[in-house]
């Protein structure tokens, strides 16, 4: 925030200009701003983010703002300028001192700042030469802009610039551009994040910054840049340069001239003395260097370029696919084959009825079969590919493309969030990624998708205003639900959002197809069309767009959509240098619409959930990239993505609600998921990107129902892309038309059972809780049942031979095969969290069955926005809500705890009792779980002030699995010995209560083991208190 903004907020800064008009007397400025709704009113002579003020009005030093005087009528923005200023003339020699009768060739050089939008502070004061480098910088409104004049510019710009009239910009080195501008009038349209440009006419270098801390940095981080580029030798550089910003057909014309240059000289020198091989053009036009020049190291590298492009099918998932299908086939034959001998025995047919669950167990099993095999397969199985390139992964960078580089917007889509430490720190961090990539040659623009500035207050909307202007972002905002009629569509409205833009955006483009012919005929024949005269036509249709909505839309900015698309969430960080690799891996397969990224984690709070969920991402993430590299083909998650803006343009749907033409679809809560498949369908290729190595970074959930939440969103999702609502069953049938096309596409075959896997697999964890309490009864009751019938004990014995050992056996595995930094300290932190899983797992399958039968219902079920920031709590605020969130699962399941007690006391008749370890270990380890995701899992839960959250150590996560294995072991005992009620009821209730309670009383870890200790000691005294052990135990052998 630059320092008038910060004295503002101190209320420092007056709101009338010292020793000048007031407030209501504003600068004439020849293009106000739009009128939007709640604009504030002192900003109303203020240039939008679209447009550009032709001039601006003169205002001498009474005019401008103070701010906190330090003496001699100086304030902290003439300080801060004359500092900046004397660190340039003194230490760097950039400035030079201002002259009596000045001469006309010397130019004028200095510094100024922002004061607020639309008034800038110039050093030295008062001094008329600076007036349009001041005017200049006011339009192109950055914090602080410099000047300079020095040595080194003027060697640049003699050496290089000058003898190049038509040169647009200087190419340092293959990431570093900087513009060249015919005068200082034109940095208005420079390309602000680039941060400098040279000007010609003064030969000058303008330096610009967004922060006062940056630009001395920048500056000299610059210079040094050109030091070095002047050390490389002038004929060097030109032919760089040459070659950089020159076309195809211009490159292939400059190779022709080389080469008739070549007849005069004996030798062409490069860097170093080096001989350059000769350059030849083949018949197609491409540029090549002949063979003999080259050495064989040469060779072998130019044929491993060349294979780059070659990007195989990988069969590996094929075949692990086959095998897990092959798995469940076997499975469900089995059962078919117990059914059979069954049969045999006593001759019932109706027993087949039971196979018409086959294709749901089949469904159901896919999942935990592909992890089987897929465990295998990164334990034993080939990994080079995960270092290599093939059609839905890329684990190398792509070859930077020579040719001109694509626009790129990136997409941004935020509500309520906080400015200050949300949206603010992801723009920050977009910026600098921006700055590469336009001094590589390229643009790019930020387009917010605002869902939340129409709603709210005036104060916070003209602030986010405030900052999209000063960092040169466009926006659009839709009006609220119901206001004027307007509805926002379906429970995630992040799809609505973005076609909202979208479709603005499309009008503007209508509009400007209309408005272009006729101002190239007013304009004349002969007169070149020109960028400025592109940007006069798009305010006049982005006004028009605007005047259509009827004022319900807010919008500013160039909110035209470039060819490739970023689209980040509002808690996103980007890497510095990610633009390039993406646009020039777009335009060398251009069958590609979606580039997923794999991303890291962003964590802000730093508590043991938050360390739970982070790590639990970067183990999917790896698991994707794995699957990816094998041959799957890859997702698309809906954030740190590159899509192509054609091939979304092919997705554009009429719904049939408003009849209005839209991209992403506003039925679904997993849009990303319909987009992806919907491209797939049209023959377009979702590929996995790693070699970014992380540094997209994404945030994760701070607290537990923020977590049930999302997964309840996946969940929801998954149903709404499988099933109709029941209501609709009759007419329309079960399966959705989108189920149904995606079946009979052209995507492969071994990826539409993956696919349906993961699908199921939502249906797998709902189903936990529902399954095991049947089977408790069931198996409790010892009714006859079936020799197919699976009890609970076995699948639960499975899941922990699965999921808590074969699968982190293998990922430990995988990561050291892969020779991953840290591989140790991975494989412990692996093994750390499977307590905190078991219980995370296990005790969101209420939750997660509560979404897919409020689908199937067609309840309308709603959620609340992710939180993003920290939000400190403490023990007595979390009862409450803990209570709001979770009293279905604590109440059902709180009830099941004396329920097993009961059915296991002797209040039950003999043959009503309950006995047996399959009957009580998966019914505790469901009830358990249940009971304690709410309380277990709360980092805020055993923190009484709301100064920090509670952080647990890895010896308290253990002792939680240890009281597991206690209640358990304490239940299965007391069960086995079936004591009456009078010796055992009582004290088991009591017992099962202080084991329960027993992860709320690790404030330490000597705690820990003192209490595990006095549980131990309890239930020994217990079964030592009971009389009839032996009598009851050889009458339950007999």
Known sequence: MDAYNAYAQNGLVPLTRQGGPSTDEKPAMTMPLMSIPGIPEEEEYLPTSHSVPLSLATHDQSDRPRAVLVGDGFDALDVMADHIFRIGAQRKKWFKAPKMGMRRHEVATGVTIRARTGLYRTFPVDYEALKPFEDAITKLNPEVAIKMRSDIVGTIMETYINPSPSM??????????????????????????????????????????????????????????????????????????????????????????????????????????????????????????????????????????????????????????????????????????????????????????????????????SFAAMCVIGSIWQTFGPIRQVTQKSKYFSGIAPKRTMGELSHVTVQLPVYKESLEEVIMPTVESLKKAITTYERQGGSVGILICDDGLQLLSKAEADKRRRFYFDNNIAYVARPGHGVDGFVRKGRFKKAGNMNYAAALSLRVEEIMDDLRPGAQEALGAEHFWSELDEMDVYDQALAQALEEKEGRAWAAGNIRIGEVILIVDSDTRVPEDCFADAVSEMKESPEVAIIQHMSGVMQVAHHFFENGIAHFTRSIQHAISYCCSSGEVAPFVGHNAFLRWSALQECLAIDPDDGLNKIWSEDHVSEDFQIAVTLQIKGYTVRWATYSNGDFEEGVSLTCDDEINRWQKYAFGCSELLFHPLKNWIFRGPITPLFREFVWSNIPMHSKFTICGYIFSYYAISCAWILTVANYFIMGLNRESSATNLPSWQVTLVCIILFTGLCNVAFITLRYRLKLPNCGQMAVDQIKWIPYFSIFFTGMSMPMSAALVSHLVGYNMTWSTTVKTVEKSNFFLQLPIIWRRFWPQLSFFGLCVPMMIITSSSLMPPGYRFLGVEVYVPMGIITGSHLLYPFALNPWFLSFSVSRAYSYSLTDIFSWGISLIISTFTVLRVSFFQLDETTILWPCIRVSFLVSLSPLAYVDSGMSIIHLLYIHAHIDSVLHHTSHITDYNLMHLK
């Open 168 to 365: 647009t910009e200087l190419v340092i080195d293959e990431n570093t551009r900087i513009q060249i501008l015919d005068s200082i009038e034109l940095l208005a349209r420079a390309r602000k994040h680039q941060y400098a440009a040279f000007i010609r006419s003064e030969q000058v270098l303008v330096v610009w910054a967004d922060s006062v801390e940056n630009v001395i940095p920048a500056a000299e981080a610059l210079e040094e840049s050109l030091i070095q580029f002047i050390w490389q030798g002038p004929e060097v550089n030109v032919k760089f340069n040459q070659i950089m910003i020159a076309d195809a057909k211009d490159r292939q014309e400059l190779q022709e001239q080389e080469r008739r240059d070549s007849q005069n000289s004996s030798e062409k020198y490069g860097v170093d003395g080096v001989v350059l091989p000769e350059l030849t053009v083949d018949e197609k036009g491409s540029v090549k260097e002949k063979a003999e020049d080259l050495d064989p190291e040469d060779l072998a590298m130019r044929e491993l370029k060349k294979s780059w492009r070659d990007r195989p099918v990988m069969l590996i998932a094929p075949v692990s696919d086959a095998f897990a299908i092959m798995l469940c086939m076997t499975l469900i034959s089995l059962g078919l084959r117990k059914l059979i001998k069954e049969y045999i025995l006593d001759g019932q047919p109706m027993r087949f009825i039971l196979f018409i669950f086959a294709p749901g167990l089949f469904c159901i099993a």
